[in-house]
């Protein structure tokens, strides 16, 4: 993947991109590439924030309702956390897009593997070669499929985050 985008004159931008066949195996992969670094770039130099639901905040991030209303509709930000909220947007998003980046199952897998394959009888296999998978003693392989679950929970709201709050990445 290549990706040149120009000038900073919003007119004479000019924009290069090559996606190659390799890119879209892992898609997803390739995406948080750029999405990343431009998200972050985005969070350091903003010049303002979009207005953010309490729903998709912490509950000591929360706005008032009355103060929601009105930042609403007279575009006030003078509420306590509304630049904080988008921060933690931000944050929510790049959070996930980084797990994209990174081999972060591994940390739910502990113990060894010991399997061997045994060949199994012709008889059963009318000759031919078949072999069936079998354990050692020394196996004890584990995966956290619980906290794995949860893990790829929270990878997923943040890329919903990202979908809710697509049209707010300005600056």
Same mark, same amino acid.
Request: hydrophobic content about 35%.
């Given at each position: 993947?290549?990706?040149?985008?120009?000038?900073?004159?919003?007119?004479?931008? #000019?924009?290069?991109?090559?996606? +190659?066949? $390799?890119?879209?195996?892992?898609?997803?992969?390739? &995406?948080?590439?750029?999405?990343?670094? #431009? &998200?972050?770039?985005?969070?350091?130099?903003?010049?303002?924030?979009? &207005?953010?639901?309490? @729903?998709?905040?912490?509950?000591?991030?929360?706005?008032?309702?009355?103060?929601?209303?009105? *930042?609403?509709?007279?575009?006030?930000?003078?509420?306590?956390? !509304?630049? +904080?909220?988008?921060?933690?947007?931000?944050?929510?998003?790049?959070?996930?897009?980084?797990?994209?980046?990174?081999?972060? @199952? @591994?940390?739910? !897998?502990?113990?060894?593997? +010991?399997?061997?394959?045994?060949?199994?009888?012709?008889?059963?296999?009318?000759? @031919?070669?078949?072999?069936?998978?079998?354990?050692?003693?020394?196996?004890?392989?584990?995966?956290?499929?619980?906290?794995?679950?949860? $893990?790829?929970?929270?990878?997923?709201?943040?890329?919903?985050?990202? #979908?809710? $709050? $697509?049209? #707010? &990445?300005? *600056?």
């Amino acid at each position: 993947m290549f990706v040149k985008i120009g000038k900073p004159d919003r007119k004479n931008r #000019a924009e290069k991109i090559v996606i +190659d066949d $390799y890119d879209i195996w892992n898609f997803d992969h390739t &995406l948080a590439l750029i999405i990343v670094p #431009a &998200l972050k770039k985005l969070k350091e130099q903003k010049h303002g924030a979009p &207005l953010v639901n309490n @729903e998709d905040v912490p509950e000591h991030l929360r706005g008032r309702i009355e103060e929601l209303k009105t *930042n609403d509709t007279s575009g006030d930000t003078t509420d306590k956390h !509304y630049f +904080d909220r988008w921060d933690w947007v931000l944050d929510q998003m790049i959070w996930a897009f980084q797990q994209k980046l990174e081999d972060w @199952e @591994e940390q739910f !897998y502990s113990g060894e593997i +010991d399997m061997d394959w045994k060949k199994l009888k012709d008889d059963i296999n009318k000759g @031919e070669d078949m072999h069936e998978m079998v354990y050692g003693s020394n196996h004890t392989f584990q995966i956290d499929t619980e906290g794995m679950e949860k $893990y790829q929970k929270r990878i997923d709201e943040g890329i919903m985050i990202f #979908a809710k $709050y $697509y049209s #707010a &990445l300005w *600056n």
